[in-house]
């Protein structure tokens, strides 16, 4: 199992640029985040998805676009990147459906891309 | 925003019992309590979480007080790679995590 996978590690971008961040878990999870987190900050949800198809939005989603086709694959859009979007941005995956650990959402995170927009 | 309430640091020598303390006053009864870490620039990795009962891991143990408005993480014997942010968060199943400021905690040789 790789578990969550994310690509690219590192970006620079223009302002205005757009760029799609990807995201992917084989793990079988139906849940899927993304989060950013600002230097010295927590993490914060930017959107989730609880099932191909279905996506949500969650504390800081503007500026940010995201699809879910399948159960392995969660991307994250930039449409028109602004400084204000410098971030890390990690995805991560969980189960709402089996036993034990994973049975109870226990959320597992990818390596995070680490995004400049200058 | 969180519900709990961490210390911003915290230092413990190496081989020692690091106790790292969260007060959740606030929690429901079907909230679990959940502890993750980031070392640093990583994502963050899952480390033991609970209802009510004391647990533990290969990774930790977590004690939880018999009224649940506090609980301590317990990492037996602290090692150099154990200096980490440290988040208590408090939640019920398919609620969204919310992470505070965590504790940083840094183990020194």
């Known amino acids: 199992n790789a578990g969550v996978t994310q690509t690219p590690k590192f970006r620079i971008l223009k302002i205005g640029q757009s760029m799609t961040l990807q995201c992917a878990q084989d793990m079988n999870h139906n849940y899927m985040y993304w989060y950013r987190q600002d230097p010295g900050m927590g993490l914060k949800l930017i959107y989730y998805s609880v099932g191909a198809g279905i996506t949500d939005k969650g504390e800081v989603p503007n500026g940010y676009n995201v699809s879910r086709s399948t159960t392995e694959d969660f991307p994250l859009r930039l449409e028109l990147a602004a400084p204000s979007q410098t971030s890390v941005y990690f995805c991560a995956s969980s189960s709402t459906t089996g036993t034990g650990k994973q049975g109870t959402d226990t959320q597992y995170f990818g390596p995070g891309t680490r995004l400049t927009v200058l | 925003d969180a519900k709990t309430t961490q210390p911003t640091s915290m230092d413990c020598a190496e081989g020692r019992a690091a106790n790292l303390p969260c007060n959740h006053s606030?929690?429901?009864?079907?909230?679990?309590v959940y502890w993750y870490r980031q070392i640093h620039s990583q994502g963050p990795q899952y480390i033991i979480h609970?209802?009510?009962n004391n647990e533990t891991n290969e990774m930790a143990s977590l004690i939880i007080t018999e009224d649940r408005k506090s609980s301590t993480l317990i990492l037996p014997h602290a090692t150099l790679r154990d200096t980490a942010v440290y988040y208590c968060i408090v939640r019920a199943l398919a609620q969204k995590l919310v992470f505070g400021q965590g504790t940083r905690l840094t183990i020194n040789p």
């Open positions: 606030t929690i429901s009864g079907n909230e679990y």
């Open positions: 609970g209802l009510k």
